[in-house]
């Protein structure tokens, strides 16, 4: 039948994409939809509670905002991807606290090492600069092998979830970009620490700190392992 898939009513049958004008008011353009569906369709259902009407969603809120049925592929959730973005930035927050926690346990030997090189002569700024990029460059050989790891468990996940993921794609750039600068400021978050409170202290109590352990933490780093502790725990 021709006016199944021609007629007024057989625009169900496909998918209405509209480009509207600069400047259009988007409202105003779905307010002139109701009697337009009323001249044309409405008018077969009279005497009934069935009343069609057509709106308005942007093409690039589809995916995780639509909420709709019968749309032309799968859907996001929103909901689950700021939930699972939430727990990431949890962990990772925990990671960087973490490795604050091993660094000061480590200041023994870092003080030893920090107060040679006060007597020899470097400047607190470099000190503070070796940290840093010990710090960065750590980071950045966790984010290869977490890569590498993610590489060769990729295939089991895309198994369990029943579909095809892919780590690297052309269309990844600019997300690539966003995790080298996250991981940048997380090599500066997690190595600001140990370079200010090392490259502070003088050089004679550098090298007298070094003969004994620390046995008194600091408040900060018990703050911190009241802060990831807790979170840990099953």
């Known amino acids: 039948d021709k006016n199944m898939h021609l007629g007024w009513n057989g625009g169900w049958a496909y998918y209405t994409y509209l480009l509207v004008s600069p400047g259009t008011d988007v409202e105003t353009l779905e307010g002139k939809f109701q009697p337009f569906f009323d001249r044309h369709i409405n008018y077969m259902f009279e005497g009934t509670s069935i009343s069609e009407n057509m709106v308005l969603q942007p093409l690039t809120g589809i995916y995780l905002h639509s909420g709709l049925n019968g749309e032309i592929g799968p859907t996001g959730n929103l909901s689950y991807l700021i939930l699972f973005s939430l727990i990431a930035l949890l962990i990772f927050t925990i990671a960087c606290i973490n490795y604050i926690n091993l660094t000061t346990t480590r200041l023994t030997v870092r003080r030893r090492e920090t107060g040679i090189r006060k007597l020899l002569g470097t400047t607190r700024k470099c000190i503070m600069l070796q940290f840093l990029v010990e710090s960065v460059i750590l980071n ?70 070094a003969g004994s352990s620390i046995s008194r933490k600091t408040s900060a780093k018990n703050l911190t392992v009241c802060y990831s502790i807790p979170y840990r725990s099953p």
Do not use: D, K, W
């Open 140 to 209: 950045v050989i966790a984010l290869m092998l977490a890569l590498i790891l993610a590489e060769l468990v990729l295939p089991v996940v895309s198994n369990l979830a029943g579909h095809e993921l892919v780590l690297f794609h052309p269309s990844f750039i600019p997300y690539t970009l966003a995790v080298l600068l996250v991981i940048l400021a997380a090599g500066v978050f997690a190595g600001c620490y140990p370079a200010l409170h090392l490259s502070a202290q003088s050089a004679v109590g550098l090298t007298r700190q």
